[in-house]
């Protein structure tokens, strides 16, 4: 079962630098995440989703490369477009991963000019993804982790907090 965890941040811009970071240590194999999307409240109090896979666009590709293998065996083009066009709109009617309604409702009540991000994380080394995240100040708001699990990510996240001043 994969763990839900949102970490809110006091800018509009630091979900973006954990999310590079989640990528980065995704691609060392120390994280395996299931979903993730990040949350903008701006200035306005509009709250903007951006998520880390877009669907419309992948269903698009993947119904394009359907149609293009229908369209050679049976020699019509029209198949490329179709299967673009469906794919495009499954991707579109797709919900994967972390509910949107619910990301919307929690980003409503973050403050105007931060950003939260949203993981569900099937696996991780936590340790070395810890050490990883320490770097960055932020909030958890939700999670389903223990509540020791919990207060070492707290505390991991908020380390150069506690640190002396130089």
Known sequence: MSDLIVVGFKDEFKADEVMSELRRLQ????????????????????????????LVATGALSGGYWGVLLSV????????????????????LSDIGINDDFMRDLGSTIEPGTS???????????????????????KVLRTSLSKEDEAKLQAALT????????
């Open 27 to 54: 691609s060392e194999y120390l994280i395996d995440l299931e979903d993730a999307a990040i949350v903008v409240r701006n200035q306005e109090g509009k709250v903007k989703i951006k998520q880390a896979q877009e």
């Open 73 to 92: 065996l049976f020699l019509n083009p029209i198949f490329t477009l179709v299967g673009a066009a469906a794919g495009a709109l499954s991707g579109a």
């Open 116 to 138: 939260a991000i949203f993981v569900l994380i099937r696996k991780s080394t936590p340790d070395r993804v810890l050490e990883n995240l320490s770097k960055f100040e932020g």
């Open 159 to 166: 380390k150069r907090e506690a640190l002396p001043a130089m």
